[in-house]
């Protein structure tokens, strides 16, 4: 700034506004926005697992494996998450997830933010 007002140019400060986030939807809030995109993405797996395992015919042994090691977790998965999407749609926006996020840290050891820390 110093150099520009030595040079003879105008200093003019304005306010930077943050970056857009496709975690932030102020409908929905921001907790359960990113939960619904984590069921998702949990869908999309699952699904992509399955057409896999379509395409394994033919091949027994791969499709055992598809199976037990990884749709099973994968349903368990996509289960958790539309649970929690439930959960956050209940409790909704402000205290009500502050206290889903409390909820979380006791069942699971971490909450919303994922790093055991809280949603603070």
């Known amino acids: 700034m110093r150099h520009?007002?030595?040079?003879?140019?105008?200093?003019?400060?304005?306010?930077?506004?943050?970056p857009e986030s496709e975690y932030t939807n102020e409908a929905r809030g921001e907790a359960l926005w990113s939960l619904e995109l984590s069921l998702a993405l949990e869908k999309m797996n699952f699904t992509k697992l399955r057409e896999?395992?379509?395409l394994a015919e033919g091949?027994?042994?791969?499709q055992q494996f598809l199976e037990h090691e990884l749709l099973d977790?994968?349903?368990?998965?996509?289960?958790l998450a539309a649970d929690l999407v439930s959960r956050a749609r209940r409790a909704g926006p402000g205290l009500g997830v502050f206290e889903?996020?409390?909820i979380l840290q006791k069942?699971?050891?971490y909450g919303l933010d994922g790093d055991g820390a809280g949603a603070a």
Not at 4 to 18: A, E, N, P, Y
Not at 73 to 79: G, I, L, P, S, W
């Open 4 to 18: 520009q007002s030595r040079r003879g140019g105008r200093v003019k400060l304005m306010t930077i506004l943050g």
């Open 107 to 109: 069942e699971y050891g």
């Open 59 to 62: 091949d027994a042994e791969f």
């Open 73 to 79: 977790e994968q349903a368990k998965d996509v289960k």
């Open 100 to 102: 889903l996020d409390n």
């Open 52 to 54: 896999l395992h379509a």
